[in-house]
């Protein structure tokens, strides 16, 4: 194995930024090995200085700059993540960072990145025009790059997270990828020491160039369309990280926006944890069955970061709760006179419910003359309080159909 070389310069980095960084908990989820089918822990990055792995590259590669680079100050192009983690580095060594984001990056993670004292240069849809601007600025400054995955400094960087996993003997590691900084550091870091170890990286299907890359054995380029997941929504993995991930990276499975979001809401809700949709695509991919366990496994989904919009986790959270029947709409089509609307919400109340929203349509032309539809919203404990509750309004002579 090539790169397998480079597991003593991971060692010598980890000793080198570990007074920097956390090292984060590996929490073991019965919740989720009873789901799963294997014995699931979970590695909390989430938990990590800034909310996220990068951190770990950052320090890395700004600790190995000379003193003339350090005075000529760094840049970095980042969604966010990767911004914070150099915007923080650069601050606690002293060093002037310019960061360009995306125009779409997410609000939460520009105010962070912003508040490390770096300065921010929001350019571009997508990281790869964000990273033109970057040359551009490069080329009238000489600001030293800190490439997200593009550079073996970085690479290794991150591979401490794989330290941290080794004394726990995984069988089966599983990897968010966008670029592969993250899943290429790990896997030096594991399979130097044990190469039985699985390492399953996970792409969103909004962004599946290294999926495809791996499946032709040559890179490719494809344009990212729309996900939660945007801390892995990448053009195209580097020739350097896609070189590594060819030779130790066992797969490369995609998950959807449903899958992700499922998981975010499962891990609030099962394990109190806070993760963003590119996080929890690792647990999405154990939950949605794409990677194949057994009891005996034991498999640790690496939950990246945890710096998720809180508007985006409102949306999630309450699309989940919709979809899953917690939260509930009913359409009623009743006579337009006083007491009806109070027959619907005594018959909720009868059931525990609690109502969110009220909706009164009287001009549709599903709607007679003298009627009103009305959408009620509501809570529902359970799917049996909510047959019961569909009963008796049929009982009150009140036709109720939900909204899918």
Same mark, same amino acid.
């Given at each position: 194995m090539i790169y397998t070389q480079y597991f003593d310069q991971i060692v010598k980095i980890h000793e080198r930024i570990r007074q920097y960084i956390h090292e984060t908990p590996?929490?073991?989820?019965?919740?989720f090995s009873s789901m799963v089918g294997a014995?699931?822990?979970?590695?909390?990055?989430?938990?990590?200085?800034? *909310?996220? &792995?990068?951190?770990?590259?950052?320090?890395?590669?700004?600790?190995?700059?000379? =003193? !003339?680079? +350090?005075?000529?100050?760094?840049?970095?192009?980042?969604?966010?993540?990767?911004?914070?983690?150099?915007?923080?580095?650069?601050?606690?060594?002293?060093?002037?960072?310019t960061i360009v984001m995306p125009?779409?990056?997410?609000?939460?993670?520009?105010?962070?990145?912003?508040?490390?004292?770096?300065?921010?240069?929001?350019? *571009?849809? &997508?990281?790869?025009?964000?990273?033109?601007?970057?040359?551009?600025?490069?080329? =009238? !400054?000489? +600001?030293?790059?800190?490439?997200?995955?593009?550079?073996?400094?970085v690479i290794l960087g991150q591979g401490t997270l794989g330290l941290e996993l080794l004394p726990y003997n995984p069988d089966i590691v599983v990897v968010p990828v966008g670029g592969g900084g993250l899943i290429s550091g790990v896997s030096i870091a594991l399979k130097a020491k044990n190469p039985r170890i699985k390492i399953i990286g996970v792409q969103s299907s909004a962004s599946p160039s290294l999926k495809v890359s791996k499946d032709l054995h040559r890179l490719v380029e494809i344009e990212p369309s729309f996900s939660i997941a945007d801390g892995i929504l990448v053009k195209s993995p580097s020739e350097l990280t896609f070189s590594i991930?060819?030779?130790?990276?066992?797969?490369?499975v995609l998950v959807d926006d449903e899958e992700i979001a499922n998981a975010i809401v499962y891990l609030l809700e099962r394990n109190k944890t806070l993760v963003e949709g590119a996080g929890a695509a690792s647990l999405a991919a154990l939950l949605s069955g794409k990677i194949?366990?057994?009891?005996?496994?034991?498999?640790?989904?690496?939950?990246?970061?945890?710096?998720i919009?809180?508007?985006?986790?409102?949306?999630?959270?309450?699309?989940?709760?919709?979809?899953?029947?917690?939260?509930?709409?009913?359409?009623?089509?009743?006579p337009d006179k006083p007491g009806y609307l109070n027959k619907v919400l005594s018959r909720i109340a009868q059931i525990r419910g609690n109502v969110i929203d009220v909706i009164h349509d009287r001009v549709s032309s599903d709607v007679k003359p003298g009627y009103t539809k009305i959408y009620v919203m509501f809570e529902v404990p359970s799917g049996e309080a909510l047959s019961d509750f569909m009963y008796n309004l049929a009982i009150d002579g009140i036709e109720a159909k939900l909204v899918e």
């Open positions: 590996l929490d073991f989820s019965s919740t014995q699931v822990y979970l590695k909390l990055e989430n938990l990590q200085k800034t *909310g996220s &792995f990068k951190v770990r590259g950052a320090f890395s590669k700004l600790t190995s700059l000379t =003193e !003339e680079e +350090k005075k000529r100050g760094v840049i970095a192009v980042s969604a966010g993540n990767h911004a914070q983690g150099v915007a923080y580095a650069a601050k606690v060594l002293g060093i002037k960072a125009e779409t990056a997410p609000i939460s993670k520009y105010q962070a990145t912003k508040s490390y004292g770096a300065q921010v240069i929001l350019y *571009g849809k &997508f990281l790869h025009e964000s990273m033109k601007k970057a040359e551009e600025i490069i080329r =009238e !400054e000489g +600001k030293i790059l800190v490439h997200p995955y593009g550079d073996i400094n991930i060819e030779e130790l990276v066992d797969d490369i194949r366990v057994s009891p005996s496994d034991k498999a640790v989904p690496i939950l990246s970061g945890g710096n919009d809180l508007s985006v986790l409102s949306r999630i959270i309450d699309k989940m709760l919709f979809k899953n029947k917690r939260i509930v709409k009913v359409k009623v089509i009743v």
